[in-house]
C-alpha cells in the first residue's frame, strides 16, 4: 500500500479540493515492481487498435515488424527472417522504436508487451528502471527483470554518466539472461546523451548500448497535433478554481508551490502522488525558472498522461513554460513531448471546464 499524508484541514473550515502539495507518498519496492505494466492510458492498446498513417510506411513496416518480434518471443523462434540483423541466432530479440513526440511509439511498445503477455513483460520508462535500481539494488533487479521474457522501456535517454553505465550494464545482464528488448525513445541509439553530457568520454559505453539494438524508425506527425512550439493561454485563475471546487478526486494547487513540492517528493513516487487524482488543477502558472525543475515537471506530466488525468491550466498555461534556451538545449525533445502530452491533458480539462 501507499501511505500518503492526510490533508492538513483546518477546524472548522470547509472542506476545499485536496492539494497535491500536502500528499508525501511511500512507495514499497514491491509496488515499484508490481506496477511494471502499461499504464492505463494504453492498457487497452493493441496493434490492431493502432492504425497506421498512409503518408508513413515506416509505421506499418513498424507494427509488422513487431507483430514478428512477439511471435519470436512468444514462440521461442530462432531469430529467422531478418529481424536481428546485429545478432547471432541465439541471441533474444532487441528492437528500438526511433521517432518524433506523438508518432504513437510509446503505443506500439505497448502492444508489444499486450502481445507477448503483461505476466511475462515487464513495461516501465526509463527513469522508473533506475529507480528501481535505487530501490532494490542493482543485483535484485537483474533477477526480477530476469523472470520475464521481454523487458519495455519506454522513453529511453541518458541524462548523466552513471545512468549510461547503469543501463548498459543492465541490459548486458538481461541480454545475457536470454531475455527479449524493446525501448523508445526520440534520439537514436548512438546519439544518446547527446548535448547533455561529454558523450565522447562514455561513447564506448553508448556504441554497446546502441550495438544491441535494432533501430525501427517510425516517422509521422504528432497526433495530439501540438506545434513544436506551444503558445496556448492558460485560464484564468478563478475559473481554474471553480471548475475543480466540485469535481470528487480533484485537486488544486499553486504551480510555484507545486514545483517547490516536487523536490521534495523523489520521482520514483510520482506515480503514487496521482493515487486517486481525477482532475489537476494549477493556478499561476508560469515559465519553469531553471532546468532542474523543468525535467522534475517533465516526469510529472509524463505519469499525468499515463494516468489520463486531465489538467486545467491557469495563469500563463502553455505559454513559455520552458524557456527559449530550454527548448534549443540537450533535453529539447524531453520538453517538447511534455508539451505535447500536457497540451492534450489540458484540452481535457477545459473541455470539463467549460461543459
Known sequence: MTAVDPAARTGGAQPGPASLTERTPVVPPERLLAELVPPRHFAGESFDTYVPDAAHPSQREAVDRLRAVARTITDGGSGRGGLFRRASRRTAPAVYLDGGFGVGKTHLLASLAHAVGTHDAAFGTFVEYTNLVGALGFLPTVDALAAKKLVCIDEFELDDP???????????????????????????????????????????????????FEVLRVDGQDYRHRSVVTDADGLADAAVRRAV????????????????????????????????????????VAPVPTQDVALRLVVLVDRLYDRDVPVLLGGGGEHDLFSADMLRGGYRKKYYRALSRLGALAADGAARATA
Open 162 to 212: 552513471g545512468d549510461t553505465v547503469l543501463m548498459s550494464r543492465l541490459l548486458r545482464e538481461l541480454a545475457d539472461r536470454g531475455v527479449a528488448l524493446a525501448a523508445t525513445s526520440n534520439t537514436l541509439p548512438e546519439s544518446l546523451g547527446e548535448g547533455r553530457f561529454a558523450a565522447d568520454d562514455f561513447l564506448r559505453e553508448i556504441q554497446a548500448l546502441a550495438a544491441r
Open 245 to 284: 471546487a466540485d469535481v470528487p478526486g480533484a485537486t488544486l494547487d499553486a504551480f510555484p508551490a507545486l514545483l517547490d513540492h516536487l523536490a521534495r517528493v523523489h520521482p520514483s513516487r510520482y506515480g503514487a502522488l496521482l493515487d486517486g487524482v481525477e482532475l489537476v488543477g494549477l493556478t499561476g
